[in-house]
């Protein structure tokens, strides 16, 4: 089935940006995903011994880590649903 413009226009710009950039192998999704959520843990866990040494800027890494993982995940389920089925 072809695409058409129209169709592609139901979803949001940002969204169509990431479908037409984003690599649709599997693997390389997954791959990405895991590197993205090993960051988050990272950051979590630099937070929170920052936090506890009395360091209250560490707050930042707490919020930039839900930030990833929110973004990650919104990016991995976007790239995961493709492109838009055309109407036949």
Known sequence: ??????????RPRIQRALIRSWEYI?????TFLVIRLLVVLWLFFLGAVLMSA???????LL??????????????????????????
């Open 26 to 30: 599997q693997p390389v999704r997954v």
């Open 54 to 60: 009395g360091h209250d800027w560490a707050w930042t």
């Open 1 to 10: 089935m072809t695409i058409s413009r129209a169709t592609l226009r139901t």
């Open 63 to 88: 919020a930039a880590a839900l930030a990833m993982l929110a973004i990650s995940v919104w990016v991995f389920t976007t790239a995961a649903k493709g492109w838009p089925v055309a109407d036949a």
